[in-house]
């Protein structure tokens, strides 16, 4: 006679167990829409998401928001508290849907170029003390290289790059086939988040750049 083996039940459980947990914590879908931005014409850049409760039957409490800023990025960005997602701290019911501002980083004036990446999370659960990681997507904030802009002010010329480019000079130089690039010694005023400055074009050509730290 052969004894009868049964399947591993103990092990089947388990899987189950872990499967359930995995559902638990997948119940909030989170996607930052992009979740690229540009940090170029403020001091502030405002990342839009769409949220949903996957859950049919449970509503999600959604406690807190909390931010990770990556290397460099820790060093120049920080989260704008005065702005994050209306139902932080909040309710969220089964199968609701959310799609509009989610956060704002604020960038450090002295934001040299560069791409700043950073995570962020909304913590929750079942109850209102529940701060379980519930989705966690990454962020970036891409500061481009700044561009010029000329416009003519009566006689004058009026030259403009954006405002977060903290350590570029404005050069000018009157023939581009020699290096004789020099710098542009006034101060620019900032005005409307662009660093501007009047100048006087003089006789002949004149071409400017921006001279990077």
Excluded: K
């Excluded at 996607?31 to 039957?57: K, Y």
């Excluded at 659960?125 to 010029?148: C, H, K, R, W, Y």
Aim: glycine fraction near 6%; charged fraction near 10%.
């Amino acid at each position: 006679m052969h004894a009868h083996r049964h399947p591993p039940l103990v092990v089947l459980f388990s899987l189950g167990i872990l499967a359930h947990l995995d559902a638990a914590r997948a119940e909030l879908a989170f996607e930052l829409t992009p979740a690229v931005e540009l940090g170029v014409v403020s001091n502030e850049v405002v990342f839009d998401g769409t949220l949903v409760n996957t859950s049919p039957t449970d509503s999600l409490f959604l406690n807190a928001i909390q931010f990770n800023l990556i290397d460099a990025a820790a060093g120049y960005l920080s989260a704008d508290t005065n702005v994050f997602f209306v139902n932080v701290p909040g309710i969220f019911t089964p199968l609701e849907t959310y799609s509009d501002v989610v956060f704002a980083i604020a960038l450090n004036p002295a934001t040299p170029p560069g791409r700043y990446f950073g995570i962020v999370t909304i913590q929750g659960g079942t109850n209102i003390f529940d701060i379980t990681d519930l989705a966690s997507p990454i962020f970036e904030v891409t500061v481009p290289l700044p561009a010029l802009s000329i416009a003519l002010a009566g006689t004058n010329v009026v030259v403009s790059w954006a405002w977060s480019s903290s350590g570029f000079v404005l050069q000018r130089n009157s023939d581009l086939s020699t290096t004789n690039w020099t710098t542009v010694t006034n101060t620019p005023a900032v005005t409307n988040w662009q660093r501007q400055l009047v100048v006087s074009p003089g006789a002949g050509n004149q071409f400017y750049r921006l001279a990077g730290p």
